[in-house]
């Protein structure tokens, strides 16, 4: 099992790279922002050189595509979106990632009176196309379903694993998160139909001594453990809950897999 952390801004992410390394996470995960996939290639070197310096790579990539540049709706800039995807994917199979999580909720949202089976569509079309650029590279998407609040499409692990299957493409799998699922109150049993189409895991901060957990991180590894998940495990702050993250990275670390043995 590999525990990395999902970190904010690149400037953060760059000064965190020697905490997460000292604290002994396998990786980093970065926003696909952070290779700047509508700026030039100079811009790019700049911080491709000071990542690639840092024995903690970031093998996973989040948020890949920004709120402006649509995939669903009557306002999908063709052109703009192909030479996002084709930048972005060869960028970051530059940097050594190996998934990007397609969560983008303001991106897939769809707009008040469109068809909601030609939005459907339309994400299915931007998955087979998206599939095509990451082949090339190595690379593989993930769809992570959110919570309503975040976006009115693919909601659950259950319609995200229905999607994969519309899709049809082997460099199109699904991510689990902890904090969706439990906050849409969907049932961990959901997991159980995913086997071998997981191929990222989200988690939020553990709640820590003295405090009743929000999130039930013991179950949801139970039941990843019964699809024999063995992939990636990232920490995500969804809820602020860091506040001297130089030291509780560390902490946190054996304590995750101290939870992993124990599920």
């Not at 979106?81 to 991106?107: D, H, P, W």
């Not at 519309?166 to 849409?184: P, T």
């Not at 860091?242 to 101290?258: D, H, Q, S, T, V």
Request: contains cysteine.
């Amino acid at each position: 099992m590999r525990f990395g952390m999902c970190t904010e801004g690149l400037k953060g992410k760059v000064d965190l790279l020697p905490i997460l390394q000292e604290a002994g996470y396998d990786y980093i995960e970065l926003r696909v922002g952070e290779v700047l996939p509508e700026e030039s290639e100079e811009k790019f070197d700049e911080i491709k050189d000071k990542i690639k310096r840092s024995p903690v790579r970031p093998e996973v990539f989040n948020c890949f595509i920004p709120g402006e540049i649509k995939v669903v709706g009557d306002k999908i800039d063709s052109s703009r979106l192909k030479n996002y995807l084709e930048a972005s994917i060869r960028r970051i199979a530059n940097l050594g990632g190996k998934i990007i999580v397609f969560g983008s909720g303001g991106a897939r949202k769809v707009p008040e009176e469109f068809p909601f089976e030609k939005a459907y569509q339309q994400l299915i079309d931007f998955l087979d196309l998206t599939a095509d650029i990451a082949k090339n590279e190595g690379i593989t998407i993930v769809i992570e379903p959110l919570f309503k609040p975040a976006t009115n499409i693919i909601n659950s692990v259950k319609e995200g694993l229905q999607l994969t299957k519309d899709v049809g493409r082997k460099e199109i799998k699904l991510l689990a998160d902890l904090f969706h699922m439990e906050e849409e109150d969907e049932p961990f049993a959901n997991l159980l139909a995913t086997k071998g189409t997981i191929a990222h895991v989200h988690i939020p901060v553990p709640v820590t001594e003295g405090v009743k957990p929000r999130y039930n991180h013991q179950n949801f590894f139970h039941y990843l453990k019964e699809i024999d998940y063995r992939g990636r495990i990232s920490v995500e702050d969804n809820g602020g809950s860091f506040r001297n993250i130089e030291k509780e990275a560390g902490l946190l670390l054996p304590r995750l897999k101290e939870m992993w043995e124990e599920a």
